[in-house]
C-alpha cells in the first residue's frame, strides 16, 4: 500500500526563522511524484511545491525548497524566513499511477504557527 | 485563468437528504477529482474523472456519486445524508497527470 506519513501535528516557528516539516513516504511504484500543498485558516488548499521522483535535484520555490532523500523514503519540506502568511496546515502528498488509473494520497498534516 | 471553483460554498442539510455539490475546473483541465476533508479521518480520496468517465474511486459508499459534463465541470451527489457526511468537500482539477489544483471547497453540515 501506498502512504505517506507526517509524523509531526503541529509546530511552531518565530517569524523570520527557518522551520523543517517532516515526510516519510512508501510506495512500489517507480514512477511517482512528490508534492507539499499548504491549507491556511480559509481552507484554500495550494500548491507549494512539486518534485518528481526521478529527479535528484531538490525542488525550490522561492522561500520554499525541500529535501528528497529517495533511498530513505523522505521528503521533507524547509520554510526559510518564515513569514506571519506561512501559518496553515502542510499536507505531503504522493501521486503515482497504478492500474491504469492515478491516486494522489495525502499524510495527515503538520498545522504550522508562525509566531511574530 | 481563473482557479477551481466550487459551488455552493456552505450547506445545511438534515439526515437523510441529499445534496448535489458542483465543481467548475480550470479552463482547459478535464480531469476533476474529488475529495473529503474531516478533522478525523483527514483527506479521503472520493473519485476521479476524466473525460466524462469515472476513472478511479475511493472507498466510499454507494450513496456518493459523480458525473462530469462535456465541459469537463463535475458533479457530486450525496444521498440519504448522515450525520458523519458532516465534511468539506474539495474538488480538484488537472491538466497534466500529476499536478492537482484543488477550489475553495463546500462546507456540508448535516444536522
Known amino acids: 500500500a501506498q502512504t505517506v506519513t507526517q509524523s509531526q501535528p503541529e509546530m511552531s516557528v518565530q517569524e523570520a526563522e527557518t522551520v523543517t516539516l517532516s515526510c516519510t513516504y512508501d510506495?512500489?511504484?517507480?514512477?511517482?511524484?512528490l508534492f507539499w500543498y499548504k491549507q491556511p485558516p480559509s481552507r484554500q488548499m495550494i500548491l507549494v511545491i512539486r518534485?518528481?521522483?526521478?529527479?535528484?535535484q531538490n525542488a525550490t520555490e522561492n522561500r520554499f525548497s525541500v529535501n528528497f532523500q529517495k533511498a530513505a523514503k523522505s521528503f521533507s519540506l524547509k520554510i526559510s524566513d518564515s513569514q506571519l502568511g506561512d501559518t496553515a496546515m502542510y499536507f505531503c502528498?504522493?501521486?503515482?499511477?497504478?492500474?491504469?488509473?492515478?491516486?494522489?494520497?495525502f499524510g495527515k498534516g503538520t498545522k504550522l504557527t508562525v509566531n511574530p | 485563468k481563473a482557479g477551481v471553483t466550487q459551488t455552493p460554498r456552505y450547506l445545511i442539510k438534515t439526515r437523510g437528504q441529499q445534496v448535489t455539490l458542483s465543481c467548475s475546473p480550470i479552463?482547459?483541465?478535464?480531469?476533476v477529482s474529488w475529495y473529503q476533508q474531516t478533522p478525523g479521518q483527514g483527506l479521503q480520496f472520493l473519485f476521479e474523472?476524466?473525460?466524462?468517465?469515472?476513472?478511479n474511486k475511493g472507498n466510499f459508499p454507494g450513496r456518493f456519486s459523480g458525473r462530469q459534463f462535456s465541459n469537463s465541470r463535475s458533479e457530486m451527489n450525496v444521498s440519504t445524508l448522515e450525520l458523519g457526511d458532516s465534511a468539506l468537500y474539495l474538488c480538484?482539477?488537472?491538466?497534466?497527470?500529476?499536478?492537482?489544483?484543488f477550489g475553495p471547497g463546500t462546507r456540508l453540515t448535516v444536522l
Open positions: 474523472y476524466f473525460s466524462e468517465t469515472q476513472r
Open positions: 510506495t512500489s511504484e517507480s514512477n511517482y511524484y
Open positions: 479552463s482547459g483541465h478535464r480531469s
Open positions: 518534485q518528481e521522483a526521478y529527479k535528484q
Open positions: 480538484a482539477s488537472s491538466a497534466r497527470e500529476d499536478t492537482q489544483y
Open positions: 502528498a504522493l501521486w503515482f499511477a497504478q492500474g491504469g488509473s492515478e491516486k494522489l494520497v
